[in-house]
């Protein structure tokens, strides 16, 4: 006989061993956790503190209902939840179970560590599309029919929060290892190692849906307008002349510069957070000019501490850093300055406030305190090698309980370090995110991904599903990171279209390993990637890019305000501002730039013209030719290499074209 009761706006039910508990979390927002015995408060995972609610509950007949805003659960005499919109009556998800008599729809199965594998099954619809969930490189907007493996790497990047075509959204509010499942027959998430069942869901339309998720744990802060000029890397500047000569040659051209890097190797040894003198003699200096020039330099700090780092008997000692459950406490094979070999490194552990304080005196010590205020948290996923996140151990839990939560407390440190400093702008480029990254000012990247065509391709979806997933600030290496070679044309064709693209994205930053590449190692630097590097005919397309995207700047910093205030990212798929439009749920290589600007990237060599759909409810522009056209249809817009088409709403007035153009 299982017991279910009202506590305050909550329901608590109880069937054995188990707990269910449902209780409001937020406006038409419910958190959901299940357990064997009794709940845990304690457990690390991305949902801030509520904001009260009318919410009731009630128990009749051995059903229990809870109804929040537009959000209604009901839990029904086996135990089994489902989730209804109030205002119609739709159901929007529902439990189901996975055989008639064992396992139900939550399986908690011992590991006999006080830890369970966890299961949470949901019922199929074979009408929904699914977004979100991160970052991915498999190519696809519409998730629906896939497997996603709930861990962090390379590009790869977990942020378990999906936005459904169905009217919600829903958080798997757990850092561990595992996967979900988004299959035909119904969607399974899996924690192959944790404590309890926790999930929110949240009902609405799209834009609603990421509003609330953003309430629920955190809002973006507001980004810097430096931020949203050009940004110049490449892989690497080797010295400190190099690097300002880079600046100067920008700022003797006439063009935009907002940001320049200095990459990985420009340290003595990795984990001692400081510049090589012998290649750096005055870093200082060099903040010095190039504030004069209106230029913010970014440095690379990663999370890695080698054994030759002035830092690394304290911190092991002091137990800051990551251990391992078997094996010495060493994570990845590197090369470092000073060894002729890889040798093992650490990571340090940013689960530990302690751990987490003293990395941020000594970046506070060695960079902060010359003035460098633009953080690179490159390779933070963490980038362990072999991939063995069940022998790590972290100061928050085992590590495939809380191994997804690493970067988004590396951020952390460095938002709470740059705070206590009294600063206020605060941007750290990050390789890696999780659920609620956004609120400690981390924007993503795409990490290292190939030079390619199809790799354009599969970003333009990455980028929308990051947006999906609550984080506003992203970004690619223009150009892509694994070779491209300035010198090809077929190349310098790919560099054209993918500036104009990046022209348009939250972030604009140019980054590479360009051929001809050298081995890994202190001594590498890369091929030229610099605007002026592809050629002629591509530096002056490049060069009108940058002037575009000088002209949409206000534009977009008008976006980035309204994204730290309602949480709807600056860019995003038409269904965000058009859900009534059932074709706009099926475009996937466009997307809108705040509610005016309709962008539709060229991703295909030698293609001089593409096909758009313009949203129904909508009269749109031809940016370029002034053109007009009804929404609701599909047209042919010319792309010659000079131009990405892009429609602006009927009404908008956002200068694409420059001063004079026909499209003005």
Same mark, same amino acid.
């Given at each position: 006989?299982?017991?279910?009761?009202?506590?305050?706006?909550?329901?608590?039910?109880?069937?054995?061993?188990?707990?269910?508990?449902?209780?409001?979390?937020?406006? $038409?927002?419910?958190?959901?956790?299940?357990?064997?015995?009794?709940?845990?408060?304690?457990?690390?995972?991305?949902?801030?503190?509520?904001?009260?609610?009318?919410?009731?509950?009630?128990?009749?007949?051995?059903?229990?209902?809870?109804?929040?805003?537009?959000?209604?659960?009901?839990?029904?005499?086996?135990?089994?939840?489902?989730?209804?919109?109030?205002? $119609?009556?739709?159901?929007?998800?529902?439990?189901?179970?996975?055989? +008639? &008599?064992?396992?139900?729809?939550?399986?908690?199965?011992?590991?006999?560590?006080?830890?369970?594998?966890?299961?949470?099954?949901?019922?199929?619809?074979? *009408?929904?599309?699914?977004?979100?969930?991160?970052?991915?490189?498999?190519?696809?907007?519409?998730?629906?029919?896939?497997?996603?493996?709930?861990?962090?790497?390379?590009?790869?990047?977990?942020?378990?929060?999906?936005?459904?075509?169905?009217?919600?959204?829903?958080?798997?509010?757990?850092?561990?290892?595992?996967?979900?499942?988004?299959?035909?027959?119904?969607?399974?998430?899996?924690?192959?190692?944790?404590?309890?069942?926790?999930?929110?869901?949240?009902?609405?339309? !799209?834009?609603?849906?990421?509003?609330?998720?953003?309430?629920?744990?955190?809002?973006?802060? %507001?980004? %810097?307008?430096?931020?949203?000029?050009? &940004?110049?890397?490449?892989?690497?500047?080797?010295?400190?002349?190099?690097?300002?000569?880079?600046?100067?040659?920008?700022?003797?051209?006439?063009?935009?510069?907002?940001?320049?890097?200095?990459?990985?190797?420009?340290?003595?040894?990795?984990?001692?957070?400081?510049?090589?003198?012998?290649?750096?003699?005055?870093?200082?200096?060099?903040?010095?000019?190039?504030?004069?020039?209106?230029?913010?330099?970014?440095?690379?700090?990663?999370?890695?501490?080698?054994?030759?780092?002035?830092?690394?008997?304290?911190?092991?000692?002091?137990?800051?850093?990551?251990?391992?459950?078997?094996?010495?406490?060493?994570?990845?094979?590197?090369? $470092?300055?000073?060894?002729?070999?890889?040798?093992?490194?650490?990571?340090?552990? !940013?689960?530990?406030?302690?751990?987490?304080?003293?990395?941020?005196?000594?970046?506070?010590?060695?960079?902060?305190?010359?003035?460098?205020?633009?953080?690179?948290?490159?390779?933070?996923?963490?980038?362990?090698?072999?991939?063995?996140?069940?022998?790590?151990?972290?100061?928050?839990?085992?590590?495939?309980?809380?191994?997804?939560?690493?970067?988004?407390?590396?951020?952390?440190?460095?938002?709470?370090?740059?705070?206590?400093? #009294?600063?206020?702008?605060?941007?750290?480029?990050?390789?890696?995110?999780?659920?609620?990254?956004?609120?400690?000012?981390?924007?993503?990247?795409?990490?290292?991904?190939?030079?390619?065509?199809?790799?354009?391709?599969?970003?333009?979806?990455?980028?929308?599903?990051?947006?999906?997933?609550?984080?506003?600030?992203?970004?690619?290496?223009?150009?892509? +990171?694994?070779?491209?070679?300035?010198?090809? !044309?077929?190349?310098?064709?790919?560099?054209?279209?993918? +500036?104009?693209?990046?022209? +348009?994205?939250?972030?604009?930053?140019?980054?590479? *390993?360009?051929?001809?590449?050298?081995?890994?190692?202190?001594?590498?630097?890369?091929?030229?990637?610099?605007?002026?590097?592809?050629?002629?005919?591509?530096?002056?397309?490049?060069?009108?890019?940058?002037?575009?995207?000088?002209?949409?700047? !206000?534009?977009?910093?008008?976006?980035?305000?309204?994204?730290?205030?309602?949480?709807?990212?600056?860019?995003?798929?038409?269904?965000?501002?058009?859900?009534?439009?059932?074709?706009?749920?099926?475009?996937?290589?466009?997307?809108?730039?705040?509610?005016?600007?309709?962008?539709?990237?060229?991703?295909?060599?030698?293609?001089?013209?593409?096909?758009?759909?313009?949203?129904?409810?909508?009269?749109?522009?031809?940016?370029?030719?002034?053109?007009?056209?009804?929404? #609701?249809?599909?047209?042919?817009?010319?792309?010659?290499?000079?131009?990405?088409?892009?429609?602006?709403?009927?009404?908008?007035?956002?200068?694409?074209?420059?001063?004079?153009?026909?499209?003005?």
């Amino acid at each position: 006989m299982s017991d279910i009761h009202v506590d305050g706006g909550a329901l608590v039910r109880r069937d054995g061993h188990e707990v269910l508990r449902i209780e409001p979390w937020g406006p $038409d927002s419910l958190r959901v956790r299940a357990g064997l015995h009794r709940l845990r408060d304690d457990l690390p995972g991305a949902l801030t503190e509520p904001v009260p609610s009318s919410a009731r509950a009630r128990v009749a007949d051995g059903t229990g209902v809870v109804v929040n805003g537009d959000l209604r659960a009901v839990v029904d005499d086996r135990g089994l939840l489902r989730f209804e919109r109030v205002s $119609d009556g739709v159901e929007l998800l529902a439990e189901e179970r996975a055989h +008639f &008599w064992w396992p139900g729809s939550r399986l908690l199965l011992a590991n006999g560590d006080g830890s369970h594998r966890l299961e949470q099954r949901f019922r199929g619809y074979s *009408d929904e599309r699914l977004y979100g969930l991160g970052q991915h490189t498999h190519g696809r907007l519409d998730q629906k029919g896939l497997v996603i493996d709930l861990e962090q790497r390379n590009a790869e990047v977990n942020v378990p929060f999906l936005v459904s075509s169905r009217g919600y959204g829903l958080l798997w509010n757990n850092p561990a290892i595992g996967r979900v499942e988004l299959a035909g027959n119904g969607t399974r998430w899996v924690a192959d190692s944790a404590r309890q069942i926790d999930y929110w869901v949240t009902a609405g339309a !799209p834009a609603a849906v990421l509003g609330r998720y953003a309430d629920a744990t955190g809002h973006a802060p %507001p980004l %810097p307008e430096w931020a949203s000029g050009f &940004w110049q890397s490449k892989l690497r500047y080797r010295t400190q002349e190099e690097l300002l000569e880079v600046a100067r040659e920008y700022r003797r051209r006439g063009l935009p510069l907002s940001v320049i890097v200095a990459d990985f190797f420009h340290w003595t040894a990795l984990g001692d957070w400081r510049f090589d003198p012998a290649e750096w003699p005055d870093p200082a200096a060099m903040v010095r000019e190039l504030d004069e020039m209106g230029v913010k330099l970014m440095v690379s700090v990663w999370p890695s501490v080698s054994p030759l780092s002035e830092n690394y008997r304290e911190m092991s000692e002091r137990g800051l850093l990551v251990g391992t459950r078997q094996g010495l406490p060493f994570h990845a094979p590197w090369d $470092d300055k000073g060894f002729p070999a890889e040798l093992p490194v650490a990571f340090y552990d !940013p689960t530990n406030p302690e751990a987490r304080r003293f990395v941020w005196e000594a970046v506070k010590r060695n960079y902060y305190d010359i003035g460098v205020r633009v953080w690179w948290l490159d390779a933070c996923e963490p980038e362990i090698r072999p991939g063995h996140p069940g022998n790590l151990d972290y100061h928050a839990g085992p590590g495939l309980e809380v191994g997804c939560s690493y970067p988004v407390e590396h951020a952390r440190g460095f938002y709470e370090g740059m705070r206590a400093e #009294g600063e206020t702008e605060i941007v750290s480029l990050c390789r890696s995110a999780w659920a609620g990254s956004q609120r400690w000012g981390a924007a993503l990247w795409s990490g290292d991904i190939p030079a390619t065509w199809e790799s354009l391709a599969t970003q333009l979806r990455a980028g929308l599903n990051v947006a999906m997933s609550g984080i506003p600030w992203w970004t690619t290496d223009i150009g892509g +990171f694994h070779g491209g070679d300035a010198g090809d !044309p077929g190349y310098r064709e790919l560099v054209v279209r993918w +500036f104009q693209y990046g022209a +348009f994205c939250p972030l604009f930053r140019l980054h590479g *390993d360009r051929a001809p590449r050298t081995p890994l190692g202190a001594q590498m630097t890369g091929g030229p990637n610099e605007v002026w590097s592809f050629g002629e005919e591509a530096y002056g397309h490049i060069t009108e890019v940058l002037r575009l995207r000088e002209r949409i700047r !206000p534009y977009l910093m008008e976006q980035m305000r309204a994204a730290h205030e309602t949480g709807v990212p600056p860019m995003r798929p038409l269904f965000v501002d058009f859900p009534s439009d059932g074709r706009s749920w099926q475009v996937e290589d466009q997307f809108l730039l705040g509610p005016d600007v309709l962008v539709a990237p060229v991703v295909t060599p030698e293609t001089r013209a593409r096909s758009v759909y313009l949203p129904e409810g909508a009269e749109w522009t031809d940016a370029w030719t002034g053109t007009v056209h009804a929404g #609701g249809g599909t047209v042919v817009a010319e792309a010659p290499l000079a131009r990405i088409p892009v429609f602006l709403r009927a009404g908008a007035d956002v200068p694409i074209a420059p001063p004079g153009a026909a499209g003005r």
